[in-house]
């Protein structure tokens, strides 16, 4: 398999709209596929990626942008799940560990993070099983690394130590802490380089793409997938000789387009966080609380903190996962049990809401059919043969999309085929990763040289790795794309025009959602920003004065609509609020 060079990654990997109008008339061929998936959020990624990287002619379709489900809502961490440690779930946390190895040293080290928290102690009792539970955490995380220590390991601290490192912390409580790492990623951007990694291996990807039913023979056997484009309107037969579904919590409505036997069943469960300013927690470190039903990170990131997440069933349409005035109450609450001076809802810039698809446990016959509560339910990934031809995966965490990839191709594919065409990922590094160390080395001379701050250049190193001279090149190009964005000064307009030249955004909430992520920093969602986002965008997608128009105000009615719903005090009245996905 040839790994591209950067220079050439950033040729080939390019999602553009000639791009996908080119691979869905590739994926058109009577020829077919090997592997088509159907999903583009972080599960899907990874197996259209682990597909292409096997050698085998795959196609990925996603019926909305990458990323816009529950892959661009989530905690934004790479764990193990200290929560799941405590439930002596070993296999699961040391696995989870396993992959944050090679995610911060191998596969995305310009897009995953270290990050210390401490775990504030508030009793003598606690230091003792939270430093065995801890001290574990290390030991998993050191042997599933085969010995290489990726982060460093756990420290004790008194309580001086404890405030020194968070003054925030209310001290009339706090008699120690103990700080231990984990790590931090944007989650939208992994799965949107996943997406263009698995592209400069040969596969074909196409977004805004939606499964409407399975093609099948004579004998019930799936062979693709009739897919209707949603940008034309066109619908188009592709032929695969294996399918996977990986749709997360629409799980079971696609596998009921091929199958009235059922499958897979889902849970969906809504976690809820919100963003404030980095100057209103006084903190070095992120903070690790634990709740009556779960657990609460509040996770710091170079201009805001994010602290969630809830954890609470969801019965509405998936489509429209919003926070509620109760779920904005209950993460104020838990975070100011710890806080020297209680966060209030001014404080807040930026609200988020996303659904877990959690596997549904299997009741006994005559059990009551309720929902169980959603945190009782198992992250383990399930992948089952729904019908012949059709493979469907559900379950497990953002933090082994890796292994989840790896596992659902191997079942497409049967045992035979699964050792002939090894999954070749575990090495295998994304578009961006692989000079990112020896350009980031450089990041003091690139900040001299163009007259920037270090921060900017961190900014960008941290977001597109060693793809970064080719941005360079395109502000030397046009020079009006090195300006700052007037109303986020944080993002430089180049920003805003790779989204569309090389990540493959065709809508302003492509931007402001998932590039360049204005939505939960700014607390009118980046709608500020939009005129100036919109006046780069237009010229690269041709887009008239209408168009733009349109963008606008579609985007300011999601803005109102998601205000009025955190308003509310129930999810069946938040989400009535919502007149289209979010």
Known sequence: MHVPTAPEATVLTRLTREQRAAALEEMNREEGLDILVVGGGITGAGIALDAASRGLRTGVVEMGDWA????????????????????????????????????????????????????????????????????????LALAGARGHRTVPIQKHLGRKGARALAPALDPSRLIGAIRFYDARVDDARLVIDLIRTAVGLGALAVSRARVTGFLKDARGTVTGAAVTDLETGATHEIRAARTINATGVWTEDTQNLATDAGGLKVLASKGVHIVVPKAAIDAETGIFLRTEKSVLFIIPWPRYWVIGTTDTPWTEDVAKPVATAADIDYILQHANEVLSRPLSRDDIIGVYA?????????????????????????????????????????????????????????????????????????????????????????????????????????????RYGDELPALLDSIDDDPSLGRPLGEAPAFLRAEVAWAVTHEGAAHLDDVLLRRVRLDIEHRDRGLGAAAEVLAVMAPLLGWSEAEVEAERTAYAERVAQIAAAEEDTSDAEAAARLTRAI
């Open 68 to 139: 816009s489900g529950t892959s661009s809502w989530s905690s934004k961490l790479v764990h193990g799940g200290l929560r799941y440690l405590y439930q002596l779930d070993l296999p699961l946390v040391r696995e989870a560990l396993s992959e944050r190895g090679r995610l911060l040293e191998t596969i995305a080290p310009h897009l995953v993070k270290a990050q210390p928290f401490l775990w504030p102690l508030t009793h003598h009792c606690e230091r003792s099983y939270s430093a065995v539970g801890v001290g574990v955490y290390d030991a």
């Open 354 to 462: 996303g659904l877990r698809p959690l596997l549904q446990p299997r009741l006994k016959p005559g059990a009551d059919n309720r929902l169980a509560a959603s945190t009782k339910v198992s992250r383990e990934h399930t992948v089952t043969r729904v019908a012949p031809g059709l493979t469907a995966i559900a379950g497990g965490k953002l933090t082994t999309y890796r292994v989840m990839a790896a596992d659902a191709v191997d079942h497409a594919l049967g045992e035979a085929l699964a050792r002939a065409h090894p999954s070749a990922t575990a090495r295998l590094p994304l578009v961006g990763a692989a000079g990112y160390r020896a350009l980031a080395a450089r990041a003091g001379a690139i900040a001299r040289e163009r007259g920037w701050t270090l921060a900017r250049v961190t900014h960008l190193l941290d």
